[in-house]
């Protein structure tokens, strides 16, 4: 049972799988170009058209109602007329436009594609980068924070050796100035950890949670292979 409670917070924290996927899926960069392709997609639709036979038709209907005079005096006509056109147009030959219009929809096509596959790795790769920051950011956090509890504690034996007449005071004095160094290098690590929160926001959508340790490269390649 004690197994059991210590791994379910491992397993229910942020992989870098799962940043990767965040990314992916909020990215805004990626929306555009997704809509840029699809864009052209339709231009090559748009283009091949041109080649295909075109159809029109129209019809038409309308009540007719006129007076006139006859031989036997005025009298009125009365009347439903109708009528349907039907039209069709075909490029026979136009020297080569439309085909090269393809064809440039086309190549036009591949590079968005192309286009459409670099902002995919630059977004992947932003993602892995904000990652691997934050857990470097919080290892420097962890690694400050036991620094000055180290030094805080050593700060508190020369002050009690210094009582009992152990040590000098400039011993102390040295042991409050790394004191005061432990405690700036430490607010610095802190900045540090919030500006890489943000950039991981910045990749991903989100703020991180309890990240998981990074996998291994054997590891990395078999779950993206």
């Known amino acids: 049972a004690m197994a059991g409670v210590l791994a379910a917070p491992q397993a229910m924290a942020e992989t870098l799988a799962d940043a990767m996927i965040s990314a992916y899926r909020n990215s805004s960069l990626l929306d555009q170009n997704q809509a840029v392709l699809r864009a052209a997609d339709e231009d090559v639709a ?9 159809l029109a038709y129209s019809a038409t209907a309308g009540w007719q109602r006129a007076d006139i005079d006859t031989l036997l005096g005025p009298d009125v006509a009365e009347g439903l007329s ?36 670099q902002v995919e790795q630059q977004v992947l790769l932003a993602a892995v980068t904000a990652y691997v920051d934050v857990r470097l950011a919080q290892e420097v956090v962890a690694l400050r924070q036991s620094n000055f509890r180290l030094i805080t504690q050593e700060l508190r034996a020369a002050e009690a ?16 100035a790394r004191l005061a160094g432990s405690r700036a290098a430490l607010a610095a690590a802190e900045g540090q950890l919030l500006v890489a929160r943000e950039a991981y926001k910045a990749a991903t959508g989100d703020y991180p949670g309890d990240l998981a340790p990074l996998p291994g490269l054997l590891e990395l390649a078999e779950r993206f292979d």
């Open 82 to 117: 109708a009528s349907v056109a039907l039209s069709a147009e075909l490029v026979l030959y136009d020297f080569g436009r439309s085909k090269l219009g393809i064809e440039i929809a086309k190549e036009s096509v591949k590079a968005t594609r192309q286009s459409l596959i």
């Open 161 to 176: 050796r210094f009582e009992v007449g152990e040590t000098t005071k400039t011993d102390v004095a040295f042991a409050q």
């Open 46 to 54: 748009t283009a091949m058209s041109t080649l295909r036979p075109v």
